[in-house]
């Protein structure tokens, strides 16, 4: 398995809190990702990055940001959690053209 | 038109049927392709790459039609294990990679 792990896997928060999502890979790839599952919608997109300090909104990106300060670890932040931010996010690392995904995290903001 | 469509499903077959899956991608200058499995509260792994000229993985065959813009997935002689989300993925290259997903079809397979 792609070495990639989310913290933390399950998280309960309050409407207006901050939030942060860490994803980490241990296999130096360039590419991470950034993605909500919610029923009905699939798996959208929210932010990538192709690099250290260099990312980019997908098309779900109102409300979150990121950074990449080094490769191996990728933050999700959502500034003032809403309850429509409650989703399963799932981090994932692009090796070659093929996307390699974290064991998700389940957030219910409430 | 998403750029990523795929049947809506859900699929209920019984063991040993063969069922299909289609998806339709908008961009024309999309260049990889997959099929992902996702199983109940688990992350999308990939099932199999699609290319140009078809792929075969067992039970599992994947083809690609880019004059008609859509991808394939044929299951043969189906299993319980099989039951599961099955999503389309597009990668329309460039120097950005960028996976674009469809919503996934649910098949089940029953005994």
């Known amino acids: 398995d792609a070495g990639i792990t989310q913290s933390p896997r399950h998280k309960v928060t309050e409407t207006g809190t901050p939030v942060t999502l860490r994803c980490h890979q241990t296999?130096?790839?360039?590419?991470m990702y950034w993605y909500r599952q919610d029923p009905g919608h699939g798996l959208r997109l929210i932010h990538y990055s192709y690099g250290v300090k260099d990312t980019d909104k997908g098309e779900v990106s109102d409300g979150y940001s990121v950074s990449r300060s080094k490769t191996e670890d990728f933050l999700l932040t959502l500034e003032s959690a809403t309850s429509s931010q409650t989703s399963v996010y799932f981090c994932?690392?692009?090796?070659?053209?093929?996307?390699?995904f974290g064991q998700g995290t389940r957030l219910t903001v409430v | 038109r998403k750029e990523v469509e795929q049947d809506p499903g859900p699929f209920n077959v019984p063991e040993g049927a063969t069922v299909a899956f289609n998806c339709t991608y908008s961009n024309s200058a999309s260049q990889s392709f997959f099929w992902y499995r996702q199983d109940c509260r688990k992350e999308p792994k990939l099932l199999m790459s699609v290319y140009s000229s078809g792929n075969e993985d067992g039970r599992f065959t994947a083809q690609l039609n880019r004059a008609s813009q859509y991808i394939s997935l044929l299951i043969r002689d189906s299993k319980l294990s099989d039951s599961a989300t099955y999503l389309c993925?597009?990668?329309?290259?460039?120097?950005?990679?960028?996976?674009?997903f469809g919503k996934g079809t649910l098949l089940t397979v029953n005994p």
């Open positions: 994932a690392i692009m090796g070659g053209t093929e996307a390699f």
């Open positions: 993925a597009v990668n329309k290259g460039g120097s950005n990679y960028k996976l674009t």
């Open positions: 296999e130096n790839h360039r590419y």
